[in-house]
């Protein structure tokens, strides 16, 4: 008896240790990415950047950098690329950041970069500001002001600097005899106009969500003042305040009478792309991300010249201005705090300096920095985003912008329930508005 | 072979690899997410013990007790739907086709191997309005109706969510309850056509009874397999519209990787969890009473 106890007590044991010795192989990780010693002072020996599969453009142009004008830094630190599904953006950088895995410069979730969001609290992403010293003076005063107000700080690097607006088709508008709407109330004359003529006055990307969300956004920023949403975020307003239910009834309007097509509210962003750049819709409220499609010959059947731009209109009596356009600057792009030095530095400084002029030149790309060399042949759409970005003096941001993460996507999961009928303005706007103080 | 597995010492050889993997692999983290439900956090901003608070947070949760709603309903009609139809099917494989079945057995079983995404995008484009209208919305059309929007409405996704389901797991459950039929004597169907036995009453007193075991196999696999629907329902409307048909899965993934709340997430699991158990359970008691009685 005592022998057989003894031997179950020496399988178990052994099983113990096997599991213990498996558990430390799986949770034991270095803190350097490059697999030394981790510490704040050590810089890796490559400049690794992390981006979204959806963003190729970066990559290629991040590429050309390194072969091009910031070769020397390159060859001191050459260029390795990492990327992820924008969609798993928080779950990678959360698992390689509590490894002490971070690349050097990465893409993360607009929370998780702010001052109060897991690697801002944590002091893991790194000031550009400080970074770059002299060199920030190649990001526009307007780019920086709104990465500033979106993360908090100054943590990103506006590799794209978009605008929202309208795109139209400026024959239809010709046709139908209308001219750019100045007031929500002209906008639902020139949709009933554009109908009559025989066209779809919008299209927009129902499955997408956030399309529509915009333009509900858009309307409370017209009406209630730029700072709309930060008094939602600070709790000096609510989504259930009429001023704010108007932009839900606003978007309901334009849904309720059809202004939208078909199937708008399962409709992809490559298809409704396709309806606005194709001419069978009049008008798209999309951001400047556009141009990428409009200056495609392929895609574009309308012409480039054909393409006109124009802010979301005011409403009438609202506090907003027309002339606040609505802008981003792509995603968070952030620096990892912890393993700077001289080399990456340098990086970010050549990146700074060139990047502006070159993404313009070689793809057409609009960005927050600046244009330091002679750029020529830009595209006729790609030259009225420019001007139009030269004439602003103040931006607004977009709806969800100061939302957390789960009402971010709620704001955006709801957007069909509400257009189809299936959710009133005040359902929609009161579970928002439930989840938003959940988080606070 | 009896004194083979007679001795300990072969007996433990044999065992010992195969549950020393499986403890690690599947018993550990179970139990890993078991303790993590009773904590709050992330790997990055740290877990802070909570107790029971995520229990309660799930039972006063509206989305998560919809979400629980959408899987418990998914499991029941989905079950009941390929059940019938797989044991339909294999009754008319083994009673009316006999031996020229394999084509038709092959056909029906067919869409089983396709990916899941695939077959979401297929029958997401059968019933598209607008531009690329689908077949479905052209026939409706043809009989002078209106295109029908049914990925806008959570009765419409619900429902293409199931035949989808059913189109490409009806004839998996075809082949396994056409296995459990195969096993019945044919002396046992033959004695009991002679006792004047056909049809319906053949099915209901003889058929029905003795592939009840594989019968029961086939529910418990259903129910365990739809309560943990993810990937048709993502695929198909992204749980839409809204969260209307978001799944448990669906939103325990959202819970700890979109929004990094893993200690909830892993509340999430648990009651997933134990939603199988009770399921399984329920349907292996019922039938051991039948059983009995």
Redo the contacts between chains.
Sequence with gaps: MTIRNSRRRLVLTGLSLVAVAALAGCSGGSNDPSGGAGGASDEPGSFTVLTANENQALEDQLTQLAEGACAEQNEAMPLEHQKTAQADTVQKVTQLASQGALPQHFIAGTDMVRPDGDLGAGGMVADYEEVLGDAFENILPAAASTVNNVYGGMVSLPYQYNLEGIWYNKQMFSEAGVDEPQTFAELLDASAALEEAGYQPLTTAGADGWPMTRLMGMYIFRNVGPDAMQKIADGEAKLTDPEYLAGAEALKQLADEGYFGDGFSTMDSGTSAAAFLTGKAAMKYDGSWLLSNINDPEQNEIGEENVGFMPFPAVEGGAGDINQWAANAGAAMSANAETMGPNTTAWFECIAENYGAQALDSAGIVSGFKINDEVTDVPAATAVVQEKVEGIDETVLWFEALFDAKSNSLASTNASLLVTGQMSAEDYMAELQASIEASL | MSRVFGDRKTV?ILL?PV??VY??LKV?PVLWSLGLSFFEG????GFEFVGLDNFTTFFTDGPALHALWVTVYFAVVMTAAQVVMGYLLALMYVFVLRKGSAFLRTAVFFPMVLPTVAVAMLF?SFV??????GPVNDVINFFGGD?V?F????SGTMTVAILMTLWTSMGFYAVLLYTGLLDIPDEVIESARIDGASGLRLVRHIVLPLSAPILLSSIIFSFNSTLKVFDSLLAL????????TSPLTLYMY?TA????EYGYGSTIALVLTLLCLVFTVTVFRSSAKRTED
Excluded: C, I, M
């Excluded at chain 2, 990925?151 to 959570?154: E, G, I, K, S, V």
């Design positions: 433990l010992v549950l020393a403890g690690l550990v992330n790997t990055l901003r997401k598209a309005v607008g531009d690329n209208q295109s929007e990925l806008a409405t959570t409307n992204n749980g839409g519209p809204g969260t209307s959202r990787f979109e929004y990094a």
